[in-house]
């Protein structure tokens, strides 16, 4: 397995089930619903995710009897679960290229949720930017004027920069 990680769908259905209970199928029209602009998620990865937290002791799971139907399998967040959710939500993304993905989700589960501490998770986010840019300035500086690398460079940091002035948009739309 590569050192990718992996989308945030695990962290993601914990953010859901804190608001309470839930099935699996509502959790994932929850998802389809509420982050789907973010990214994709077909049911049995839902499922799947679920199977997985419920292995590691972060949801427990009963089963509810319905009338003229197979019973359904009802979710609950463990403490275990809470916690590694409230890990996971107040940490930025070290890598560029997850930010697309993973910060938007950690941005609208802060808001749904009504946690404390977005402007917090905008400043870490913005602080690893900027290191990130100042270290692609350098890489550039040491790069001859017709080196490719120092166009690679560049683009990158422009990526960057763009992402540093729709966090600003970020704080000044969501944060207090």
């Known amino acids: 397995m590569s050192g990718r990680r992996r989308l945030p769908l695990e962290q993601a259905l914990l953010g859901f089930l804190m608001d309470g209970p839930m099935h699996g199928y509502d959790l994932h029209r929850r998802v ?24 590691a002791g972060q949801v427990t799971s009963t089963f509810k009897p319905q009338e003229d139907r197979p019973s359904r399998k009802i979710y609950r967040i463990t403490p275990a679960g809470e916690r590694s959710f409230l890990d996971w939500v107040r940490q930025p993304i070290p890598t560029m290229r997850d930010m697309r993905v993973e910060f938007p989700a950690k941005l609208y589960l802060f808001r749904a949720l009504g946690l404390r501490g977005i402007g917090e998770l905008i400043a870490a986010q913005e602080a690893i930017c900027r290191e990130r840019v100042e270290w692609l300035e350098r ?18 940091r422009r990526q960057i920069e763009a992402i540093l002035d729709w966090l600003q948009v970020c704080r000044e739309e969501i944060t207090p």
């Open 139 to 156: 890489s550039a500086a040491q790069c001859g004027p017709h080196d490719f690398n120092r166009l690679v460079y560049d683009f990158r």
């Open 32 to 55: 389809e619903g509420e982050l789907g602009v973010i990214w994709y998620m077909g049911i049995s990865n839902v499922y799947g995710a679920l199977k997985r937290l419920e292995q």
